[in-house]
């Protein structure tokens, strides 16, 4: 499987031929900006679904895996799955189990995403990535330094997926006192020597401001050996399409039925691998994306307008993942619907960067939104979030996350009969507690394993919002110790 940047340009790989998944792994951007995309979906036919259905978890994992890392030998990679999606790791046989809420709604059910060792969906992408990245810097003996900024979600995910690997070290910015009381201790309770948590003077803007900051500094860059794990990811991605094949089989009895998805979604990551799964043949009949206050996705899927918000339009809410202004994965979707013409892309982007907005209502490309594609959308409140967390919780004694709650709203919108509609369950709630009280007036359930997680020590350096303050942290650590 080779790969192609959405902007045209090619990859430097060194040798002749397209790029490979290993050659991707560790780039987030193409040189000329675009993002990473196979230069062809592999097709699912219905006698491969028909095996698929009988698999595992980790085995479908692997099956899925391999069309698009064709530059892994299967034994390497089998061995790279199964040591992800463990029991041990995912907490249980079934590592997304499926839950009918139609209590609630009709027809409404719930994939449970966040059984990894963060309890957010990211663990599911995160976890493999570990393992892949353990993998191909063994090949190559370089060693790699991390820089990421996090609100919350993506921090914890990439330090528990990448601590105590070798060759390995990871810089995670965050705003400092702005994370949750869980959130703050699940990352700042790590010991491992390689995790450096840098809680920063300011707000999530500005960490990522650093981090844009350092990547752009190629000579920096390069000394250093930065790499990056953001959500455009392109390995991240696949890992997540696999959970689209398993809700699809544990939903349905065969497969002549079709399914639909809600999804709640920021930077577009997680639904974009729904739309890949669907491009591979899996029977999804509608991809419905629910955001919350911050609704330039869902703005687009009503009008046909994608009109990036600033930082000062951009909400802080109660589902705070879903805070996003711009939605870096969104390119990989308009690629496809533009017929991947990456000149007609770009002069969608030059529109972003000149007028902040393209608008695509009046073309034959906004009817294929929904009709071909199969895309629906809706937003939600923090005050409609709140009642859907009370009466999902009276309904069927289930108590869900901000971020969940926010597709609930929107998939009992969308629901039809006769066809299944699973959410995805990103969160589980002890990790965003303040809401859960507001909305049911005591604490969320507390998971095992974690009892003692508020009094465990903690592991952190406060810096100020300044790029050479960090850069001296990382020579001064790269310097000291090996990785
Ligand atoms: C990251 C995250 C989201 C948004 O996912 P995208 O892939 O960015 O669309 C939703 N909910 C939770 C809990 C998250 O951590």
Redesign the pocket.
């Known amino acids: 499987m080779n790969y192609v940047s959405t902007r045209g340009g090619s990859f430097a790989t060194g040798r002749e031929g397209g790029a490979a998944f290993l050659d991707i792994l560790l780039e987030g951007l193409a040189p000329d900006g675009g993002l990473a995309m196979p230069e062809s979906y592999p097709e699912i036919d219905r006698d491969t679904l028909d095996v698929w259905r009988f698999l595992s978890y980790p085995e479908l994992a692997f099956e899925v895996v391999r069309l698009f890392a064709t530059d892994i030998p299967s034994r390497d990679l089998r061995g790279l799955v199964m040591n992800t999606y463990t029991a041990a790791a995912f907490g249980g046989h079934e590592t997304t189990p499926m839950t009918s809420l139609a209590a609630y709604a009709p027809g409404v059910l719930l994939q449970g995403l966040s059984n990894g060792p963060t309890l ?3 663990d599911l992408a995160m976890q493999l990535l570990g393992h892949l990245f353990e993998y191909a810097l063994a090949r190559t003996g370089e060693p790699l330094n991390i820089v990421g900024a996090t609100s919350g ?2 921090g914890s995910a990439a330090e528990y997926a990448l601590r105590g690997k070798r060759g390995i070290r990871v810089f995670m910015l965050s705003p400092l006192g702005r994370m949750s009381a869980f959130q703050t201790a699940q990352m700042f309770s790590l010991q491992d020597d390689n995790i450096h948590n840098l809680a920063v003077r300011g707000v999530f803007d500005d960490c990522q401001d650093l981090v844009k900051a350092i990547s752009a500094d190629a000579d920096f860059k390069r000394a250093q050996s930065i790499g990056t794990v953001n ?1 455009i990811n392109w390995a991240r991605v696949v890992a997540q399409v696999v959970y689209y094949f398993r809700g699809y089989f544990m939903a349905t009895s065969n497969n002549d039925e079709r399914v639909s998805f809600t ?9 974009c691998a729904g739309h890949i799964a669907r491009m591979m043949g899996l029977p999804i009949e509608r991809l419905v994306c629910a955001t919350n206050e911050n609704d330039v996705l869902d703005e687009f899927f009503r009008t046909g307008v994608y009109r990036v918000r600033s930082a000062a339009e951009t909400h802080a809410t109660s ?1 705070p ?2 805070d ?1 202004s711009k ?1 870096s ?1 969104f390119e990989r979707f308009v690629f496809d619907l533009v017929g991947r013409d990456a000149d007609a892309l770009k002069a969608l982007w030059r529109q972003v960067d000149v007028h902040g907005r393209f608008d695509l209502s009046s073309t034959g490309s906004f009817a294929e939104v929904r009709e071909r594609y199969g895309f629906a959308s809706g937003s939600c409140s923090h005050a409609e979030r709140i009642a859907v967390i009370r009466d999902v919780h009276a309904a069927t004694g289930h108590v869900v ?1 901000p ?1 969940t709650a926010v597709a609930l709203k929107v998939a009992r919108e969308q629901v039809r009969p006769g066809v299944p509609m699973v959410v995805l369950e ?2 589980r709630p002890a990790k965003f507690g303040e809401t859960i009280r507001e909305a049911l007036g005591r604490d969320a359930p507390w998971p095992a394993g974690f009892e003692d997680l508020l009094e465990r020590p903690q592991r952190v350096i406060e810096l100020p919002a300044d790029v050479d303050a960090l850069k001296r942290y990382i020579v001064d650590v790269t310097s000291r110790s090996p990785a």
């Open positions: 957010a969906f990211k979600d993506t959500s999804v709640p979604s920021g930077n577009f990551g997680n639904i589902s993942s879903m996003i939605a994965n996350d971020h990103t969160a």
